[in-house]
C-alpha cells in the first residue's frame, strides 16, 4: 500500500467512525419568538427527505492533513436516518464506503478487503476521529438539514444580534447553543458543552441561494478541540429530494469480516 493510499484510508476510517436560567423573548417589531424560530427550522429540515451530493473534505489532526472527494447519499425519515458515504482517492478510485441505518453500521475498505459491521452507535466510537460526535449530528452535518432535536423545544435563553437568532439550552449533562441566521433561518454555528463547560464540538454551516428560492448548504465544518481536530465538507453538487436508488454498499464475496462492538 502506498504512503498517499494509507493517508486517505486513514481519512476514510476518521469519517465514518454560561447561560441564564431565565427564559427570555424578543420584543423587537418583526422578530420571531423561539419557538416559532425552533419550528421554522425543523420545518425546512422536515422538508427534505432525499438528499445527494458531490464534493471534497479537507481533515486537520496533529498528525494527519489530507483531503479527499465524497459521494453521499442520505434518506430522512422519521424513526430515524440513513446515510451512505463513499471516499474517493487520486483518479476517483474508490477507497472506501459506509453505510449508516438506525441500528447498523457497515463499512467496506477495499485497500484492504475489509468489511466492519456493528451497532450504529458505536459506529463512530470505534475511530478516534469523531468519536465524540453523536451519529444524528454527523447525519446532519453533511446533509445540509442541520436542526432541532425533539428534547430542545424551549430555550433556557434567546436574544438576537445582527445575523442571527442565539438560543441556549441547558440539560444536567451537557449545554448547546445554536446560532440561526436571520436571512435564511437555518442554523449557521452550534456549539455543544460538557457539564464542566468545556466545549465538546463547534460546528459551522453555510449555504447559499439555489434556484428555486431555497437554500442549499455550501459548507459544513466541525471542530474537536480536545482532539484537536477540523473536519471539513464542500459541496460541489447538491440534489434534493430526488429519488435514491437503495442505501446499500457492496463489495466481495472474498472480504475479511470485522465485528465492531
Known amino acids: 500500500m502506498t504512503a498517499r493510499c494509507k493517508i486517505l484510508l486513514a481519512v476514510f476510517l476518521g469519517m465514518i467512525t454560561g447561560c441564564s436560567s431565565v427564559r427570555e423573548t424578543a420584543t423587537v417589531d ?3 419568538n423561539a419557538v416559532d424560530i425552533i419550528a421554522a427550522v425543523n420545518a425546512q429540515s422536515s422538508s427534505i ?17 489530507q483531503s479527499a472527494g465524497f459521494e453521499i447519499a442520505v434518506r430522512k425519515s422519521h424513526d430515524a436516518d440513513s446515510m451512505r458515504i463513499a471516499v474517493e482517492g487520486p483518479f476517483g478510485i474508490t477507497i472506501g464506503r459506509a453505510l449508516f441505518t438506525h441500528n447498523r453500521f457497515i463499512a467496506y475498505n477495499a485497500l484492504t478487503n475489509t468489511v466492519y ?16 460526535i453523536e451519529a444524528e449530528v454527523l447525519i446532519d452535518a453533511v ?7 425533539n428534547t430542545l423545544t424551549a430555550p433556557d435563553s434567546f436574544y438576537v444580534t445582527s445575523k442571527d437568532y442565539v438560543l441556549q439550552f441547558t ?35 453555510s449555504y447559499t441561494p439555489s434556484n428555486n428560492g431555497g437554500w442549499q448548504p455550501e459548507m459544513a465544518r ?33 472480504v475479511e469480516q470485522i465485528s465492531i462492538n
Open 30 to 32: 418583526n422578530v420571531l
Open 117 to 132: 459491521t456493528g451497532d450504529a452507535k458505536k459506529g463512530l466510537q470505534a475511530f478516534p476521529f469523531l468519536s465524540e
Open 222 to 254: 466541525i471542530r474537536i478541540p480536545s482532539r484537536s481536530t477540523v473536519v471539513e465538507f464542500y459541496f460541489d453538487e447538491v440534489s434534493i429530494n430526488t429519488p435514491l436508488s437503495s442505501l446499500s454498499i457492496s463489495y466481495p464475496n472474498d
Open 171 to 205: 440539560r444536567h449533562d451537557y449545554s448547546v447553543t445554536f446560532f440561526v441566521d436571520l436571512q435564511s433561518m437555518k442554523i449557521s454555528k452550534v456549539q455543544t458543552y460538557g457539564p464542566d463547560g468545556a466545549l465538546w464540538w463547534e460546528e459551522w454551516y
Open 49 to 65: 427527505q432525499t438528499f445527494s451530493a458531490v464534493g471534497s473534505m479537507n481533515i486537520e489532526t496533529p498528525h494527519l492533513s
Open 143 to 149: 446533509s445540509g438539514v442541520r436542526k432541532f432535536n
